[in-house]
């Protein structure tokens, strides 16, 4: 086997000392390359990126289907094209309009929940800075308490 799926300079993914997810950690080469590319693969586990990737294929893909399908249905007479040609229109249809839906209902939900979740934490953390600073205040120029 000479050739391999992914980057170029990649470890190959099938070896005898084969260990989960394909990185042989006997061989420094594969480590090394690990840990060069390690930022981008936290990125990409921690982030939505492949979610926004397959919904934007799937919107794309959908919407260019269901355009097939209707041009398709349009020009067809026969009858086992015009099944077809239904099938693509409705499958397309289906597809461009069900990123739309989860959309609506996880991406923007989710995003406004992130963004208000960074609000409150940025109002605890002012809130917090100011309850700090009083308290220095209160202790006095020297640390201690002022005396009554």
């Known amino acids: ?8 300079g990649a470890p190959q993914p099938f070896t005898d000392k084969a260990r989960p997810l394909g990185i042989d950690v ?9 840990e060069k590319h390690l930022a981008e693969f936290r990125q990409q586990a921690s982030g939505q990126r492949p979610l926004y990737w397959i ?4 919107f794309v893909v ?8 209707y ?5 067809v007479t026969t009858e086992p094209l015009l099944l077809v040609a239904d099938l693509l229109y409705a499958l397309g249809w ?7 839906v989860v959309f609506f209902v996880q991406i923007w939900p989710e995003a ?7 609000w409150l934490d940025a109002y605890e953390a002012a809130q917090h800075e100011q309850a700090r600073a009083g308290s220095d ?5 020297d640390g201690a308490p002022p005396a009554s």
Do not use: N
């Open 137 to 141: 205040q209160a202790l006095g120029d």
């Open 112 to 118: 406004k929940r992130r963004q208000l979740k960074r």
């Open 26 to 34: 006997d061989d420094p080469r594969a480590l090394a390359w690990m």
């Open 94 to 100: 289906a597809l461009w309009t069900s990123v739309i």
């Open 71 to 75: 041009v398709l249905r349009s020009s």
């Open 62 to 69: 959908g919407l260019a289907v269901h355009v097939g399908g």
């Open 1 to 8: 086997m000479t050739g391999g799926s992914g980057a170029k």
């Open 55 to 58: 919904l934007g294929i799937g």
